[in-house]
């Protein structure tokens, strides 16, 4: 499975921006998908899920601002950011797991396929 990100940029604070993640490959296998993001000197976190199912769940610090999403049909994942933040600036990666359906993943460890990452920088 190989997963592009795009959709990065420069957005001011209060602005929005929508990332994609097309997913190739063995993808009949991909069942959760997911969002981190890695700001310089910190450590990956999680930001968002969606199980094969369509079942949610975001990080404390983007729920209400941030929607997840995937349309199968068209193998891809999306991630909505409004109301973005100076705090928000960060490499957001897209990931694939293989290993459990229906339930969502938040567990770094549980996702097999990792994107190469995009890059969203938010000014003040």
């Known amino acids: 499975v190989q997963l592009v990100e795009s959709g990065g940029g420069l957005v001011q604070a209060g602005g929005s921006l929508r990332l994609s993640c097309a997913a190739s490959?063995?993808?009949?296998?991909?069942?959760?998908m997911g969002w981190y993001r890695q700001a310089p000197g910190k450590e990956r976190e999680f930001v968002a899920t969606?199980?094969?199912?369509?079942?949610?769940y975001y990080a404390d610090s983007v729920r209400g601002r941030f929607t997840i999403s995937r349309d199968n049909a068209k193998n891809t994942l999306y991630l909505q950011m409004n109301s973005l933040k100076p705090e928000d600036t960060a490499m957001y990666y897209c990931?694939?797991?293989?290993?459990?359906?229906?339930?969502?993943?938040?567990?770094?460890?549980?996702?097999?396929?990792w994107g190469q990452g995009t890059q969203v920088t938010v000014s003040s």
């Open positions: 490959g063995s993808i009949f296998s991909i069942t959760a």
């Open positions: 990931a694939a797991s293989a290993r459990y359906t229906i339930v969502v993943v938040t567990t770094q460890s549980e996702y097999d396929y």
């Open positions: 969606i199980s094969d199912g369509g079942s949610t």
